[in-house]
């Protein structure tokens, strides 16, 4: 089986020196009394749940799988999991970063995010379970009426129910203005909903007494395409108007997808068969209730491959230390022994290293991006606000995509490590890759958000957003410049950060005159925008240790972060001069194939 250790001093490395997010949050009247010891010692505890309780649990519910009963359309979930929830809500760990005007414990986003993190090295597909409920709270929290936040926010809170987000169906994924569910209205102000959804997480399970779905519908007179969507509260058990739970709805499970990987989530074949439903918002504005959940789930999304990423790592190093095969180019390390640890060969190392890079890497640009959704929503400062909101937009298709195709990379280089033992189920490598996989593919394929990160978030606006974290590299420049210690971090953003402009400029004007040179370009551009983003953060992160070292201090954690920032600029950053040429070898290469494709 798998081990797993949480990384809690990384964590308080990223929190406490490098963003100082106490300051920060201090500054928020709702987070005024807030202290490194509370942040700590929840987390501790929170990493105590993951690997005691959710860990054990991986293996066997991903060999155990959900099962569906066709006559009742029940789900029962693998053996230990409805106990583990059960663990979870008592623990009050549902209520984590919730209002507490609903029940919440009101902490910072932030520690929420870690704490999602170590669930997610401990158990991915469990932790789908509380996780989706995570996204429908955040748009009932913003588009919710008075009745329907008192009706089920505070079960949501409590954990006590779950919920979903009913977007895809059999004929459409990402393009939603397809759907064909139809919400017929009612004379009590309620509609009737009929429709099928595919690929719904969690969307049947016997861990919780109510399932709260938000689906999204049409209107019978709803304009065609995107501006013709509703979103819709429709529970699987209504709810009376004491709060109990009433009669069962018309929505129930038709099936469970036969998938790569997440085996122990239930990724449900919805039925919605006349199904009482409730209006979100306005009619045919449910996009945006919609996209307050989907920019939660791209966040958590990242969030589940940083937490592979850091398991498949920490399991990959642990064998390299152990496992004994042929001796070292440079002469015997171990000689009492047959045979050297692999560690001792360098493609091994560096398989270990990128792994260990894009996970505290990834760490650092959630951590960051935690804290600004947390002054886009409870910054005192309007401006603060407002610049928050937009530097968190342009960097959710990063977190989304850059760190869930770094997943990849990772969990597979680990499991290469093992070499024939990783393909082996019993070790858990296999697993990590197979569990990986969707989150690539889910809430926007890494294409989509390529394509949102360059032609919404950077061409959308002329590049004013991306000029703003700009501007964070520019201060950092100014700050170490004239440092020769650090000069081996600051001249590759520095140059990157050069030539983004330059490279922007070019991509945007040909795609002016040919959209599919946007097209053709966006994943070789998220690619150089991701490490911009990840040598920002690194060069951060070598400047902390680098002062550190210099005050004296001995502590070996701060002589390895410089170590793998070290390794990140030598063999992976370099990855961006690639990208940017094969971005720039256009479109024509790709949309003149007709033969080749026929």
């Not at 999991?81 to 507490?100: H, N, S, T, V």
């Not at 955040?138 to 809170?157: F, I, N, S």
């Not at 070789?524 to 070598?542: E, I, K, Q, S, T």
Request: charged residues 20%; glycine residues 10%.
């Amino acid at each position: 089986m798998a081990v797993y250790t949480p990384p809690l001093r990384d964590m308080q490395f990223v929190m406490h020196e490098m963003l100082n997010v106490t300051a920060d949050l201090q500054a928020m009247p709702v987070h005024a009394d807030m202290d490194a010891d509370t942040i700590n010692a929840v987390l501790e505890e929170g990493g105590k749940f993951a690997t005691d309780v959710l860990l054990p649990l991986n293996i066997s519910g991903d060999t155990e799988g959900c099962q569906l009963d066709i006559t009742t359309h029940a789900v029962t979930t693998p053996t230990g999991y409805k106990a583990a929830y059960k663990q979870y809500i008592e623990g009050g760990w549902a209520a984590l970063a919730c209002d507490p005007a609903f029940g919440g414990q009101g902490l910072p986003l932030v520690v929420n995010q870690c704490f999602y993190e170590m669930m997610n090295s401990a158990n991915q597909a469990w932790t789908m379970y509380p996780g989706l409920t995570h996204g429908a709270y955040a748009a009932l929290h913003t588009h919710g009426t008075p009745e329907q936040k008192a009706t089920y926010l505070h079960k949501m809170t409590s954990g006590e129910w779950t919920g979903t987000m009913c977007l895809t169906e059999p004929h459409c994924g990402t393009d939603l203005g397809l759907m064909r569910t139809k919400a017929e209205p009612q004379a009590d102000g309620t509609y009737r909903i009929t429709g099928n959804k595919i690929f719904i997480s969690a969307g049947e399970h016997d861990l919780a007494d109510n399932i709260i779905h938000l689906v999204l519908a049409r209107l019978p007179d709803a304009p065609p395409g995107i501006k013709g969507v509703s979103l819709f509260i429709v529970p699987k058990f209504l709810v009376n108007a004491d709060g109990s739970l009433g009669e069962r709805n018309g929505i129930y499970c038709g099936g469970l997808e036969h998938k790569m990987g997440i085996k122990s989530n239930a990724t449900a074949q919805i039925v919605l068969d006349g199904a009482v439903g409730t209006m979100v918002g306005q009619p045919n504005k449910g996009m945006q209730g919609m996209f307050v959940m989907m920019n939660a789930a791209r966040l958590g999304v990242g969030n589940q491959s940083l937490g592979l990423t850091e398991v498949a790592f920490q399991n990959a190093l642990a064998y390299a230390k152990d496992r004994i095969q042929m001796r070292s180019l440079t002469g015997p390390k171990a000689k009492d022994k047959p045979a050297d640890p692999i560690l001792v060969h360098p493609d091994v190392r560096k398989m270990l290293l990128t792994a260990k890079a894009y996970a505290e890497g990834g760490r650092a640009l959630l951590c960051f991006s935690a804290m600004l959704l947390e002054k886009e929503h409870n910054h005192p400062d309007e401006k603060v606000r407002k610049d928050s909101g937009e530097l968190l937009a342009l960097l959710t298709p990063i977190c989304k995509a850059f760190l869930t195709d770094n997943g990849h990379i990772s969990t597979n280089a680990c499991m290469q490590v093992f070499g024939g033992h990783g393909f082996i189920k019993e070790w858990g490598m296999e697993q990590f890759v197979r569990d990986n996989r969707i989150n690539m593919i889910y809430e926007g394929t890494n294409t989509i958000q390529s394509l949102d990160l360059l032609g919404r978030k950077v061409l959308g606006n002329n590049g004013a957003t991306l000029k703003k974290f700009g501007k964070l590299v520019g201060a950092l420049v100014a700050e170490e410049g004239v440092n020769e210690k650090m000069a081996e971090f600051i001249t590759p953003i520095a140059m990157l950060g050069e030539q983004m402009t330059k490279f922007t400029t070019e991509i945007g004007f040909k795609g002016f005159q040919n959209p599919d040179e946007v097209g053709s370009a966006a994943v070789d551009y998220l690619r150089v925008a991701g490490h911009l983003v990840f040598g920002y953060f690194w060069a951060r992160m070598a400047q902390v240790a680098l002062r550190q070292i210099a005050a004296g201090n001995t502590d070996p954690f701060y002589v390895a972060k410089l170590q793998t920032a070290r390794f990140y600029f030598a063999k992976l950053f370099p990855e961006t001069a690639t990208a940017m040429r094969t971005a720039r070898a256009g479109s024509k290469v790709l949309m003149d194939t007709d033969a080749a494709l026929a």
